[in-house]
């Protein structure tokens, strides 16, 4: 695995850990923001896997959650259909926790930070048994 898929693995897990430390101290917006950025660097290490980068430096998220979609489960299959959609529903969580006025409820909060393991877990699962593009 190259060093920055591993970094961003590593960024994955510290956001996950934060999610749950936060959805056990009763921050659920927070937690749900977390868990989001938990699978989206989860798909960044799995994009870099695959040689597929931004055209800038950064990581735009419409372009991770369209090619990571795109590319990695529909055309190249290398990524289970069961991940269809996480990152949809994450992010949409995370943009009500972080700019809307209503808190999100445990249970969303949960249910994020339980999707966003899953993610990373079955991410990290498959970046060790790939081979770099």
């Known amino acids: 695995m190259t060093t920055d898929a591993e970094a961003y693995l590593r960024k994955a897990r510290e956001n996950l850990a934060s999610a749950e430390a936060d959805l056990s101290a009763g921050r659920l917006n927070s937690a749900a923001s977390r868990a ?3 699978a989206f660097q989860a798909a960044v290490a799995a ?3 695959q040689g597929i980068s931004p055209r800038g430096e950064s990581w735009d998220h419409k372009f991770v ?6 590319k990695l489960i529909r055309r190249r299959k290398v990524v289970s259909g069961r ?11 995370r943009l009500r926790a972080d700019y809307r006025p209503a808190a999100l409820g445990r249970r ?3 249910d994020s930070s339980r999707k966003a393991t899953e993610f990373v877990q079955q991410l990290e699962i498959r ?3 790939q081979k770099p593009a």
């Open 83 to 93: 991940l269809t959609g996480t990152l949809d529903v994450l992010l949409q969580r």
């Open 36 to 38: 989001y950025y938990a």
């Open 47 to 49: 994009l870099i896997e």
């Open 108 to 110: 969303e909060a949960s």
């Open 127 to 129: 970046l060790k048994e």
């Open 65 to 70: 959650i369209s090619e990571f979609s795109g």
